[in-house]
């Protein structure tokens, strides 16, 4: 019997011709081009968080709707959903299609340059892939290059035009975001509102609405632009909250299984709760599927398809571009109590607004909102007028831990020792011990907080501050507050899948208490209890190689640890 021909798995790949036609394993999503074209209105607006694949999407309607492809229509679409059941405006349309991801936002002028160079190069080649559309095309394209730059080539394009169009805007916010998040926000006020550039442009494509644009579809990652082009573009219909389009982009768990099928993944080299460190995603309180993150499935994927055994890198590198964002968004004092108020109770009870404007991007729901776009948190369940948000998945608190450890290198100016630091774990994972690692966390990094950062100084802040620490060495998968029949043990040091070879796991029960307190044997007896109960739990009773430490840190400088 011949072996199964599996299909290649798409990683990095957003070309949906060339993912169909070059035998990709694809996802069918196309029922949701018959969702789209009977919504009442065809101006519509939908955001999802990076690397969600939303690039392959939009790829994928372009085929659809292209008038130039209605000779590829059965190859194209054929074994798929849609074409089995075609809509009536299946190849009926020219294609303009934007990406504002690679706009130059040094400057003012620079960006605003930037611009208009990209529009007025999209519509030149717009006319020539549809000359047949046009009078006179060559004409059209003289004119726009020696009087018509810019803006106004939109304009002639849309006047001249003698079909009608489908307009596609990926990225729309990629430039508005990198000004937001540099700080520059008297520049991206500028450009979007008033008579801005970007402002025009919208303008220009409400009119056109009015003739030949037929239906556009934007996408990005905020809806912070959104508001402020209200007048000025307020005909797109929001559906990034509908339930009916939760499951539009990302994976659902069945269809993870379904691509580990189709691509070969040998699952005896899956050793990690793939659930746990990659799904999670809830975009409408009331949706049933949680929705794992394609970009980091098929990173997982990839290493094990090539390197046939356990992947060496679980978490993909790709998000700490994550990290940097979030970094910029947080300079001020009220959004880092809030970061860090989040990051302690892995989450929040706020409400998510459905567009705000950059004046209030830093009051609380709205920032909150902003991360939840992002994809930094996520829905957990209802809570009245609120949603109770947490942070999605294990990757996902990485970037934060590894926020907190930035900001408190950055602020108290040191860098952590990784020698020191690869010395203390191997302590805890080979010897047993864990006095070195908590010696080398209160000589490393304690000691060297600012008053400023010890008024947030409490169990929670500490425990992200081990937890950074751990994450990073890779010896150790840490888990914050493990659930077990008899509680939620502050820290669980589970053995990466990584090293088989490391001898011992760890249970730590954290205390924290003032500098001026005096401990009472009371409350060392109590730790004490509360770490016999979580170690006799069913879930940790049977393991041999469990280590099990209370540790009471008083000030930032004291601590006994009861091993």
Known sequence: MDSKKYKRLPYGNANFERVILENYAYIDKTKYIE????????????????????????????????????????????????????????????MMEFDFSGLDTHTPDIFRNSFKQYVEDVIVQFIINYKSVFDNAEVLIDNINKTQSGIRALSVALQAANVKIFVIIDEYDHFANDLIAMGVDDVYKEMVRSNGIVRDFYETLKKGAKTVIDRIFITGISPVMLDDLTSGFNTAENLTLNKRYNNMLGFTKQEVEHLMDETGVNREFINVD???????????????????????????????????????????????????????????????????QIIKDDGIVSQIMSKFSIDVLYRDKYFVSLLFYLGLLTIEKPMLANVQLRIP??????????????????????TINRGELEHAITALAMNGKAKPFIEYIIKNIFNRLSNQDMKNFDEKYIKIMLLNSLFQSNVYVPVSEQETNTGYIDIYLMRSPLKPQVKYEWIFELKYFKATKKLTNKERDDAKNQLKNYSGSYQMKDKKDLKKAVILFVGKNKYEIFE
């Open 393 to 414: 998945n294990y990757s996902i608190k990485t970037v934060f831990w590894e926020y907190i450890m930035e900001l408190a290198e950055e602020n108290a100016g040191f």
């Open 35 to 94: 969702q789209l074209e009977n919504e009442e209105n065809p101006a519509q607006f939908f955001i999802r968080p990076r690397k969600f694949g939303k690039s392959l999407f939009f790829s994928m309607l372009s085929c659809y709707y292209d008038m130039k492809r209605a000779n590829q229509f059965q190859e194209l679409f054929g074994n798929l959903y849609i074409g089995k059941n075609p809509t009536p405006r299946k190849n009926s349309y020219a």
């Open 274 to 340: 793939m659930e746990w460190y990659y799904n999670g995603y809830l975009f409408n309180k009331d949706a049933i599927d949680r929705i794992y993150n394609p970009s980091m499935m098929l990173y997982f994927f990839k290493q094990i398809i090539e390197e046939k055994r356990i992947p060496e890198k679980i978490i993909d590198d790709n998000l700490k571009i994550d990290y940097g964002r979030l970094q910029r968004l947080t300079y001020n004092e009220e959004n880092r109590e809030m970061l860090l």
